[in-house]
């Protein structure tokens, strides 16, 4: 209803009290998920809550009232962006809507549909300022989740047409997940839809979308889009490995480990030559969901670990991207080499920047560092050594590239002179994520970690 | 039943080997009024879910889409250029090769019978098609229609399911699709408007988009 009204009457004075709205309303969805322990059906089975729903609306929860903060003050700081804020605000309430749907679905055609939806809403939030390359990057983006998502639809329609022929009705996850041997449909139908979920993450060979999408897009639409809408996708591979995971084991490990180990490769290249921090950002992110995939193939026993990984990413990436925003807007320039002594000159973004450096590194004690030394574990475990060798080296190599790129932007000597303050509205975003990054690396709290633990069980781990 | 599906190849896949864009969006209209047929051939009794897709075949997909993209594909610089599958040897043999594919793809799958080998074939060559329209065209028009194709593909495969899907996912599906063809038409307004933009700042060609434009203050 937002959505419409906004799109339909341009209302700028009510388009951030809705947008505050529907963050408060997620968040309030998200603590009362959180607070009742109750699992299943909603909605005549339509939705289901569970583990798996619970830990990914506090994801997006988290992750909007940050974006909403941060669009609040940059509206307060630079008036002239009040024009099209309707129907940013439009776009993105419905945008995080359908991810909502998505993430409480239980029907995989119902969760296609909401994840489409999402991504429909989120052109024109890319294309925002209508920059010729904001558009150019937006139409990548269509035509890529177009493409990958009618392959992803054609896998259901195969799933579909397989439990009709082993006598079964329905796509309920639910009901898929007692469904017994399999067929050539369903197998088709797993290959099909982990190729364009696949491609919806960004996973080589279907990237080429991904760098401009996040690069040209508005900071806070790259944090919406990496943190929120990429672990929904994340989630929507989650279902389908839980309801044929055990019926085709060899299709969802082997297509998941060639496209993670081939994303960790193609990301690894760019990062060594890339020379914008916000690109760079955008091909760590990419690795990211290749040690996702890999971390779902080939080690189900790090299930755990996959799931911290993918919680403290979505902070990681919403920090880091908002932050870019901070620093673009006053550099005016997305090259690393302008870019010299950033803690100095300005001292909480550069204070978040580098935090959000070490833990997009995997430095000690963030969860994602922990999240890939589980996941190295569960490689061990599992004998995929030669797998373990690969994913080491890589991750050593873009440790390396990613840190000689930006570190002499952090800690470099001052090129632009003075130091500048920074209100503090400006930086409650930052300081939110910065805040729960921290505290997710000392201590995952109980709540918390019975959610990771329950989904790592649902995925056979744990 | 066969026939149907010769006849709904023939109708799919010419406008790609030696048509236009306008042979194409035709086409697409046509496959779903085709479709349309089918559904009310199968279904004597129409309940609600059948006449949903009844109607969401003709109107949607098989006048409204075909129909406001051409309407929109006409401003655009690129139509004119628009040769679905070049007519040079090396796409047509993708071409033969893809279609040879969906063919053997089709005996491999254990179907029940010719017509529904015939099925299958159909949209595993659409499917396989669409993609190399998408990767042969360079404009966004022909990677569009490319797109289409895909999806016209995929939309011939559901009719592969004995069940039709439940009310709320047909729904689902049909506003998602009106979503994407508004899409794709504000897609090509704002490409028009661009390339002009480009055109005057600059003095550069339509086709190349690198406006030196400052890069505004950004949300």
């Known amino acids: ?462 | 039943m066969t026939t149907f599906f010769v006849l709904f190849a023939v109708v799919a896949l010419a406008p790609l080997f030696m048509g236009s864009w306008r042979s194409v969006l035709a086409s697409l209209g046509a496959q779903a009024l085709l479709l349309a047929g089918l559904v009310l051939v199968e279904s004597p009794e129409l309940d609600a879910r059948a006449q949903l897709v009844v109607l969401e075949l003709v109107l949607l997909r098989g006048i409204f889409a075909p129909a406001y993209l051409a309407w929109s594909v006409r401003r655009s610089p690129h139509a004119a250029k628009i040769d679905p599958i070049p007519a040079n040897l090396v796409h047509w043999i993708f071409a033969l090769g893809f279609l040879v594919a969906a063919g053997t793809f089709a005996t491999r799958t254990g179907a029940r019978g010719v017509h529904e080998a015939a099925h299958i074939a159909t949209f595993a060559s659409l499917f396989l098609l669409g993609f190399l329209v998408v990767l042969s065209q360079p404009t966004p028009v022909g990677q569009m229609l490319g797109a289409l194709v895909v999806e016209n593909g995929v939309l011939l495969a559901e009719e592969l399911l004995e069940a039709r899907w439940p009310i709320l996912v047909q729904l689902g599906l049909a506003v998602v699709f009106a979503g994407s063809v508004l899409v794709f038409a504000r897609f090509l307004r704002i490409l028009q408007t661009t390339v002009m933009i480009a055109s005057s700042v600059s003095g550069a060609a339509p086709d190349e988009l690198a406006l030196p434009l400052e890069e505004v203050d950004v949300l």
């Open chain 1, 1 to 462: 209803v937002s959505t419409t009204r906004l799109l339909l009457h341009e209302s700028r004075r009510q388009a951030l009290p809705i947008l505050g709205v529907a963050a408060v309303a997620e968040v309030v969805l998200a603590l009362a998920l959180l607070h009742s322990s109750a699992e299943g059906p909603l909605l005549e089975g339509w939705l289901y809550v569970d583990a798996a729903a619970r830990l990914f609306v506090v994801i997006a929860a988290t992750v909007l009232a940050g974006v909403t903060l941060y669009v609040w003050n940059r509206v307060r700081v630079s008036p002239r962006l009040a024009p099209g804020l309707s129907s940013f605000t439009g776009y993105t309430v419905g945008f995080m809507g359908a991810l909502t749907l998505a993430i409480l679905s239980n029907h995989l055609a119902l969760t296609w549909i909401a994840v489409e939806a999402s991504a429909l809403f989120a052109v024109p939030l890319i294309f925002h300022h209508k920059t010729p390359e904001s558009v150019s990057a937006a139409w990548r983006y269509h035509l890529f989740s177009t493409l990958g998502l009618a392959t992803a639809f054609l896998g259901i329609v195969c799933l579909a047409h397989g439990a009709e022929l082993s006598g079964q009705e329905g796509l309920f996850v639910r009901g898929v997940a007692r469904a017994g041997p399999g067929n050539v449909w369903r197998s088709l139908g797993v290959l099909l839809v982990l190729l364009g979920y696949g491609a919806k993450l960004g996973l080589a060979p279907f990237y080429g979308w991904l760098a401009d999408a996040y690069d040209k897009s508005p900071p806070a639409v790259t944090a919406l889009l990496s943190a929120v809408q990429s672990s929904v996708v994340i989630l929507a591979v989650i279902r389908v490995i839980d309801a044929f995971g055990a019926s085709e084991p060899t299709i969802v490990n082997n297509v998941l480990v060639g496209m993670g180990l081939a994303s960790m490769f193609v990301s690894t290249i760019h990062i060594v030559t890339q020379t914008n921090y916000k690109r760079l950002i955008a091909y760590a992110a990419m690795t990211h969901n290749g040690i996702v995939a890999l971390g779902l193939g080939a080690g189900r026993t790090a299930a755990y670990g996959v799931m911290l990984y993918v919680f403290s990413n979505a902070l990681v990436k919403a920090l880091l991207f908002l932050t870019c925003g901070a620093i673009k807007a006053r550099y005016r320039t997305k090259e690393v080499a302008d870019l010299r002594g950033l803690i100095k000159e300005m001292p909480v973004s550069g204070l978040c920047f580098m935090i959000g450096t070490f833990a997009l590194l995997g430095f000690a004690p963030f969860g994602s560092f922990l999240g890939e030394v589980l996941i190295l574990e569960g490689l061990i475990r599992k004998h995929h050594i030669a797998m373990f060798i690969v994913f080491s080296v890589l991750l050593t190599i873009v440790l390396v590239a990613l840190g000689r790129s930006l570190f002499p932007m952090i800690f470099g000597e001052a090129r632009h002179g003075a130091r500048r303050d920074e209100p503090l509205a400006s930086l409650a975003p930052n300081i939110l994520f910065l805040a729960l990054l921290v505290a997710l690396g000392i201590y995952v709290p109980r709540p918390l970690d019975e959610l990771f633990t329950q989904v790592a069980a649902r995925l056979g781990g744990g």
